[in-house]
């Protein structure tokens, strides 16, 4: 098969995953044009490295270039983070045509599908992380767990303190929860609702 095939093959495959998942949920207009150069930067340079008496060592020096760039770059999240290595996947096997093209294509649309089931806005939709500062000092896991818990209107499932300043009265907890239904409702009327219930429970 052709090169244009893989070519075309790659273009749209990222051009699915930039434009079709990536910005559609994260809405992060600077990272469409790092996610497409990436990729086909990459994609050129392993078409080149296969067709050219390239050593392995020139090769894995162009890609530690490469990680030098993303590494003093802004800060990603993860999800982000997982777009930027399969943009990267996507070109390196758009730029192997010696590869079969079942293969090479089937594994596009395997990355593809990865992508678009992990980071489905519906998969696990009521889980959150955050860091939160809370200003009461607590020491204890358990009563940040039990602030949080009004706080929140969730089901805590993990609290980790991170730092607790005694003096200005301040925690720094990392938070896991899960929203439950009534979350939707205003802070205020959770809180009056959560504190009437403990009234009648005592």
Known sequence: MPYYAFIAAD??????????????RHRRRDLIVAFLSINVGVMGV????TNADISLGFGMGIFAVLSIIRLRSTEMDHAEI???????????????????????FTLMAVLLGVILVGDHPRLFSRSRQQQMV?????TTEEDARNHLALLLGARIDRVA??????????????????????????????IVT?????EVTR
Request: hydrophobic share 50%; charged share 15%; net charge negative.
């Open 46 to 49: 392993t078409y080149a490295m």
């Open 134 to 138: 809370l200003d009461q000092a607590f």
């Open 161 to 190: 303190i991170r730092k607790v300043d005694l003096l200005n009265e301040s925690t720094v907890v990392d938070v896991r929860y899960t929203l439950d239904a009534a979350s939707d409702a205003p802070l205020d009327d959770r």
């Open 11 to 24: 273009l749209i495959a990222v051009a699915v995953l930039v434009f079709g998942l990536y910005f559609p």
């Open 82 to 104: 997982a777009y930027y290595f399969t943009a990267i996947a996507l070109g390196l096997l758009g730029g192997f045509p010696a590869l079969s093209p079942t293969l090479s």
């Open 194 to 198: 959560r504190g009437a219930h403990a």
